[in-house]
């Protein structure tokens, strides 16, 4: 079965910078999916960015402008590089798999809690003051 798998979370201080990786396993076709970066806070879940697999990207308003998600293909992985982080940015980070149309697609499903199908069990990020 397909499989997704975050590495990279920890703990940092605010202003600071992290990257997160997820390495899909056992998915046939990488390219022809679309990826998302998803925090949790409690039970509240954002999608915070999306890459199409155009390599098209969609972000949410709080991540805007800090946060890149970029894909490799040649090596089933995805990223996302979070600068300026703050303390607001401290959730749990999932990485998420599913093939959409477009990356707004993507997002709205987010939002919807309709999908994706494919969800990684997540790394802890911590941004202290």
């Known amino acids: 079965l397909p499989e997704l798998v975050e590495s990279g979370g920890g703990s940092v201080q605010a202003g600071g910078s992290l990257r997160l990786s997820c390495t899909a396993h056992?998915?046939?076709?990488?390219?022809?999916?679309?990826f998302a970066w998803v925090r949790q806070v409690g039970k509240e879940r954002e999608g915070i960015a999306v890459i199409?697999?155009?390599?098209?990207?969609v972000y949410s308003d709080s991540v805007k402008g800090r946060f890149t998600i970029s894909r490799d293909n040649a090596k089933n992985t995805l990223l996302l590089e979070m600068k300026y982080l703050k303390p607001e940015d401290t959730g749990m980070y999932y990485c998420?798999?599913?093939?959409?149309?477009?990356?707004?697609?993507?997002?709205?499903?987010?939002?919807?809690?309709?999908?994706?199908?494919?969800w990684g069990p997540g790394t802890q990020v911590t941004v202290s003051s």
């Open positions: 998420a798999a599913d093939t959409y149309a477009r990356a707004n697609s993507m997002m709205a499903d987010l939002e919807s809690g309709r999908g994706p199908e494919y």
């Open positions: 199409h697999s155009s390599g098209n990207t």
């Open positions: 056992d998915f046939l076709t990488f390219s022809s999916f679309s």
